[in-house]
């Protein structure tokens, strides 16, 4: 059975810091990753997804992801966080099949102060 | 991207009676639509995948009998929770997918904060 690990439960960072959450899968075939924001009190928005090629992949609000196969990762990154990215983040995986449900993980809350 | 609507937003009812949740993709036709539950501060937890004109399958430890899906035509999809207690309350929420839809991408809906008494 797919599952998918995220590693930091809470993350505080002053405005201005750089941003590395982290996502591991278990699943042997192909994927789809995704990476989901939810502001407090709203739903969740795709902040940036991966199919296929480039590895690296750019999403809104400056946010960006890198999939390593070999590490099964698919971290995400943002160089220069501001006090409106906190929110809680979910990495999200699903099997290269359409139709399939998405697994996601527990979710990182990021807390920005300004 | 598409727009999924869910309905109502909220809902608090008493224990033991039902309640309906649905969930529309109102832009695209969805072949198929999940449903998730997630518990403050928990993450999402897939509770059914329904395609369109078939029976929903649950996942493990998800009762059907209490969760009914419903998922009658391509916009619409709807969640009855069957006689419910305190324990079901909950933020239930909708994602579909399918023809109009980037390959394997899911469209959310806003979610339905249910509370029961």
């Known amino acids: 059975a797919q599952s998918v690990s995220q590693h930091n439960h809470h993350v505080i960072l002053s405005e201005a810091a750089s941003l590395e959450l982290g996502c591991n899968y278990s699943?042997?075939?192909?994927?789809?990753l995704f990476w989901y924001v939810q502001y407090p009190g709203q739903h969740l928005q795709l902040l940036l997804k991966?199919?296929?090629?480039?590895?690296l992949v750019k999403g809104i609000k400056g946010f960006e992801a890198e999939f390593i196969k070999s590490k099964f990762s698919f971290n995400l990154r943002k160089p220069s966080v501001q006090w409106s990215d906190t929110a809680e983040y979910f990495c999200?995986?699903?099997?290269?099949?359409?139709?399939?449900?998405?697994?996601f993980g527990k979710g990182t809350t990021l807390s920005v102060s300004s | 991207g598409a727009v999924v609507s869910q309905h109502p937003s909220r809902v608090i009812c008493k224990s033991g009676t039902s309640v309906k949740i649905e969930c529309r993709s109102l832009?695209?036709?969805?072949?198929?639509m999940f449903w998730y539950r997630q518990f403050p501060k928990q993450s999402l937890m897939l509770m059914a995948t329904?395609?369109?004109?078939?029976?929903?399958?649950?996942e493990q430890g998800v009762e059907k009998d209490k969760f009914l899906i419903n998922h009658a035509s391509l916009t619409l999809s709807t969640l009855t929770v069957t006689s419910a207690h305190p324990e079901d309350s909950s933020f239930y929420i909708c994602?579909?997918?399918?023809?109009?839809?980037?390959?394997?991408?899911?469209?959310f809906g806003p979610g339905t904060r249910l509370t029961v008494l």
């Open positions: 994602s579909a997918g399918g023809a109009g839809s980037s390959y394997n991408e899911q469209f």
């Open positions: 699943y042997g075939g192909t994927v789809n």
């Open positions: 991966y199919f296929s090629g480039d590895p």
């Open positions: 999200a995986v699903n099997a290269g099949q359409a139709g399939t449900a998405l697994i």
């Open positions: 832009d695209f036709q969805a072949t198929t």
């Open positions: 329904s395609n369109e004109g078939s029976k929903a399958t649950y």
